[in-house]
T-cell receptor, first 114, second 114 residues
Framework: NAGVTQTPKFQVLKTGQSMTLQCAQDMNHEYMSWYRQDPGMGLRLIHYSVGAGITDQGEVPNGYNVSRSTTEDFPLRLLSAAPSQTSVYFC?????????????FGAGTRLSVL | AQSVTQLGSHVSVSEGALVLLRCNYSSSVPPYLFWYVQYPNQGLQLLLKYTSAATLVKGINGFEAEFKKSETSFHLTKPSAHMSDAAEYFCAVDSSSNTGKLIFGQGTTLQVKP
């Protein structure tokens, strides 16, 4: 049981380049989300999805796009990378079934934008 | 709007000493509260959660937290620190029990000295 899988683990970009951070979960969870982690700021929600075809913005959505074409996958796209997007990115998922209310996190993607 | 404040970005204890990590929250509705732990270069792992049942919540690795509504607090404790407890700890509140949008505190790094 893989849980939440993020790829790549590390990435270095130049300013203006685009890339997609991949996130996949094998638990059939309805809810998926992306957070960024910066020193002294905890984790901040970028975008989230409550099911296939449904996405919404979180606290810090600017510069990022998402789509949810399948239950399993929730990629995060950086259209034109900026140094301010240097961060560690975490994907998370949870189910709405029962009262578990627990989010499972991937291992993270460390992104540097030069 | 919900918010979470963790008092103390760094806490240092001796091995065998009491661990106390402080978390205060702000919420206009009964909150769902969580503590997560992050070991170096890893994702977040759930330690424990409060979901309006018992106010004293026991988690993994000997940790527990007490929900105090009058103080809007959810402090994390462990009677005896172990070297393996050294990590970063995050307190989080669920802004809505339906969507699962977590709001995190800034994090507290726990150092355990031999």
């Amino acid at each position: 049981n893989a849980g939440v899988t993020q790829t790549p683990k590390f990435q270095v970009l130049k300013t203006g380049q685009s890339m997609t951070l991949q996130c996949a979960q094998d638990m059939n969870h309805e809810y998926m989300s992306w957070y960024r982690q910066d020193p002294g700021m905890g984790l901040r929600l970028i975008h989230y999805s409550v099911g296939a075809g449904i996405t919404d913005q979180g606290e810090v959505p600017n510069g990022y796009n998402v789509s949810r074409s399948t239950t399993e996958d929730f990629p995060l796209r950086l259209l034109s990378a900026a140094p301010s997007q240097t961060s560690v990115y975490f994907c998370a998922s949870r189910t709405y079934s029962g009262v578990k209310n627990i989010q499972y996190f991937g291992a993270g993607t460390r992104l540097s934008v030069l | 709007a919900q918010s979470v404040t963790q008092l103390g970005s760094h806490v240092s204890v001796s091995e065998g000493a009491l661990v106390l990590l402080r978390c205060n929250y702000s919420s206009s509705v009964p909150p769902y509260l969580f503590w997560y732990v992050q070991y170096p270069n890893q994702g977040l792992q759930l330690l424990l959660k409060y979901t309006s049942a018992a106010t004293l919540v026991k988690g993994i690795n000997g940790f527990e937290a007490e929900f105090k509504k009058s103080e809007t607090s959810f402090h994390l404790t462990k009677p005896s620190a172990h070297m393996s407890d050294a990590a970063e700890y995050f307190c989080a509140v669920d802004s809505s029990s339906n969507t699962g949008k977590l709001i995190f505190g800034q994090g507290t790094t726990l150092q355990v000295k031999p």
